[in-house]
């Protein structure tokens, strides 16, 4: 069967939040967003070893919160890089030998519902990989430097990748290898994958799934907690 490893990463900067705090350690409800996400892979009994990736001037506080929030699952606290994939390469070069299957998600997306991770993984176990998705609910257009419109992609053709991604842990090893070497730098771990050939399915998630990035997201987190998905959940 072989085990399945998570990786958090969380060593981004959140300029786009636009606070000097960076974002994945701002306050939702009682405790910071990362620890939210935190704990609900820390209750996934599936899970055998979270890796969380932080900023290297983070390591101290977040060994912390493993201490303090009892996060018994997380086996290393490492320092990112420069760009989410350099995180998380740096991720999986810390995972247990027998880790048969790979989570990769992101810090800052604490709403994940439980049943969808599974989804993904169970995908993932098929298919080698899966990402979590929702369909665009926009119309949405291809733009030029000038904002001059150049086409319109049939909305019924996208859909909006989310995290977690799921991968057969050789496969995104690979995948990762190759794009290092090839100085290919992509937005997600699916696009690594994708470009050595191996097709990646796509499973439904919902819109509460959010990436935390900008600061109209705080306001709506603190409602998806409090009507959603609530503290008792994570
Ligand atoms: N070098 C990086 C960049 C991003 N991330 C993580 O990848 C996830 C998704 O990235 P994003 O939302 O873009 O976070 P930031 O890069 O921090 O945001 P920004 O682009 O606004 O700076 C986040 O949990 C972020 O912490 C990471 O581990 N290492
Ligand atoms: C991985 C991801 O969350 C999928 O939508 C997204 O690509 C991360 O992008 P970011 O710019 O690193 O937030």
Request: aromatic share 6%.
């Amino acid at each position: 069967m072989g085990k399945l490893g998570v990786i958090l990463v969380a060593a981004g900067k959140g300029s786009r939040m636009g606070t000097a705090e960076s974002k994945q350690y701002l306050q939702l409800g009682q405790k910071p967003i990362l620890v939210h996400t935190l704990q609900l892979f820390q209750n996934i009994h599936e899970v055998n070893e979270i890796i969380l990736v932080v900023g290297g001037n983070d390591v101290e506080r977040c060994t912390g919160y493993v201490q303090s929030y009892a996060l018994s699952k997380v086996t290393h606290v490492l320092a990112g890089g420069a760009e989410r994939q350099d995180s998380v390469r740096r991720g999986l070069e810390a995972l247990e030998q027998d880790t048969a299957w790979v989570l990769v998600h992101d810090g800052v997306r604490p709403f994940v519902k439980k049943e969808h991770v599974f989804d993904c993984l169970s995908k993932a176990k098929e298919q080698d990989a899966a990402v979590l998705a929702v369909p665009v609910k926009d119309t949405i257009k291809v733009v030029d430097s000038e904002k001059r419109i150049q086409s319109t992609p049939d909305r019924r053709s996208l859909w909006a990748i989310q995290t977690p991604q799921a991968f057969r842990l050789s496969l995104l090893q690979e995948a990762h290898q190759r794009a290092l070497q090839e100085g290919f730098l992509g937005t997600d771990d699916a696009m690594l994958v994708e470009r050595i050939g191996t097709t990646v399915h796509v499973v439904e998630g919902d819109y509460y799934n959010i990436k935390i990035t900008t600061p109209e997201d705080l306001p709506w987190a603190e409602w998806i907690l409090q009507n959603v998905r609530g503290e008792e959940q994570q």
